[in-house]
């Protein structure tokens, strides 16, 4: 009985709207508001306002709620919907960035116009345009149990004077030399017998910044960062490197081929004095010849009458 008495209240009411709308069409009503937050009392920028309206699917014969009509907040927070259908039951939906979601359920005809059984007109049109007043949103914060930021170097680089490959994670070349890796970087031109050239030309070989004696065959290619590719060397580098330019092999920190290239380069620049010192010992003393014989990259002298102990000692 209450149902059917609210239903012929309704009634009444929108054939009384629809007089006062004219022409027999049903008047639109709008809501408006503002969207803050609830510690801070500031608006919330482009905070979303949907309208949905609960129907009957004509397919599965069920209730589902439909979108009639939505808007955005403004900077701070504002928000007016316009165009709304009168006699309808709507439930308002916001939501904003980082915020927990605010519904509420929400008609512009309420029973409380009807007075005797009479329909109160001002009432009605005064609730056309229904202030929703303030509408707090919570901030939805979620405590996550621990966070990795996985970060990489890019594949090249641009230096003032130099182009870097990062080749550490290239997997195309492990287990090879360092002349797999250069086979891989571009402008660099490797022939079938290992040789290296840049323009045509062959270039200067860098270890870490400093020339080195080593080959490429005996650098591991799973020791080695990354290739700077220095076709243009600045004056802090030897000019008689020609045109082709530097590659400098710069190779991972902290490694143990990184020290042993500098030992053995230092260990070669202390042969070549031995070695020098005695040439001259030979030249004085006409007993000794000192003769260079390569063997396995390491110099020694060889005996012509009977030379000291230490002078047969490889260097």
Do not use: W
């Not at 919330?44 to 309208?51: E, F, G, P, R, V």
């Not at 960062?225 to 400098?248: C, H, Q, R, W, Y």
């Amino acid at each position: 009985m209450r149902n059917f008495i609210l239903v012929l209240a309704l009634f009444f009411t929108g054939s009384a709207i629809a007089q006062v709308g004219g022409n027999g069409q049903m008047p639109m009503g709008s809501i408006y508001g503002k969207v803050v937050d609830s510690a801070s009392g500031k608006g919330i920028d482009a905070a979303t306002i949907q309208l949905f309206q609960t129907k009957m699917d004509s397919t599965t014969q069920k209730q589902q709620e439909v979108l009639v009509t939505g808007a955005l907040a403004s900077a701070n927070g504002d928000f007016r919907v316009t165009g709304i259908p009168a006699m309808a039951q709507y439930k308002l939906v916001i939501s904003g960035l980082g915020h927990t979601t605010y519904s509420k359920a929400f008609s512009f005809i309420d029973r409380k116009m009807m007075t005797g059984g009479k329909v109160d007109m001002s009432a009605v049109m005064a609730a056309l345009d229904k202030d929703m007043g303030n509408i707090k949103l919570a901030a939805d914060v979620e405590v996550l149990q621990g966070v990795t930021v996985t970060g990489g170097k890019p594949a090249v680089q641009l230096g003032i004077d130099r182009k870097i490959y990062n080749v550490e994670n290239n997997l195309t070349s492990a287990g090879g030399t360092a002349t797999d890796v250069l086979k891989n970087v571009p402008s660099v031109n490797v022939d079938i017998d290992g040789n290296i050239s840049i323009r045509n030309a062959s270039p200067q070989i860098f270890v870490d910044g400093r020339p080195t004696t080593l080959t490429l065959d005996q650098i591991p290619a799973d020791q080695i960062a990354s290739v700077e590719v220095i076709t243009n060397p600045s004056a802090k580098f030897d000019a008689s490197g020609g045109t082709a330019g530097i590659l400098n092999i710069v190779l991972k920190k902290p490694g143990l081929l990184a020290t042993t290239v500098r030992c053995v380069q230092a260990l070669t620049n202390v042969g070549a004095i031995i070695l020098a010192a005695t040439s001259t010992f030979a030249r004085e003393n006409s007993t000794y010849l000192p003769m260079l014989v390569t063997t396995n990259a390491k110099p020694f002298l060889t005996e012509q009458q009977n030379a000291p102990p230490f002078l047969m000692t490889q260097l």
